[in-house]
């Protein structure tokens, strides 16, 4: 259900989706979640090039300003929960996200580190 919600998702674009995956498993150094989302890329058209600089520098992703907002939003928010406001939030709302799409796309985030874990826990 939760992979139909997220193909359907009106708002969250897949190619943002695979980005916020790739860039938070970089993050936990969840290298496994972070190479198959890689991958996705690829088969999407990026080069290696291409993807190492958003690797390094996540506004190389070559976004509308609404969507990098949200990603680099999602990645302050994993890297630093406590650093996340109110204004963050209304920067977002602004640009058009609404609060499902902003939890979605945290969501989507924090389901790297969560995944990273238990792959650690199960030596996967």
């Known amino acids: 259900k939760t992979i139909a919600y997220y193909a359907a998702h009106p708002n969250l674009d897949f190619s943002l989706l695979v ?5 938070s498993s970089e993050s936990c150094s969840n290298h496994i979640c972070k190479n198959f989302n890689r991958q996705i890329l690829k088969k999407q058209g990026l080069q290696d090039m291409e993807i190492d ?14 969507e990098e907002a949200i990603l680099l939003f999602v990645l302050k ?20 996200w609404c609060d499902t799409d902003i939890y979605d796309a945290v969501t989507t985030g924090v389901n790297m580190f969560s995944l990273n874990k238990m792959m650690k826990i199960f030596k996967i």
């Open 19 to 23: 980005l916020i995956r790739m860039l």
């Open 53 to 66: 600089k958003v690797l390094k520098d996540p506004k190389a992703a070559e976004l509308s300003k609404k």
């Open 77 to 96: 928010a994993v890297n630093d929960s406590d650093g996340i406001d109110e204004i963050d939030i209304k920067e977002l709302h602004d640009l058009g």
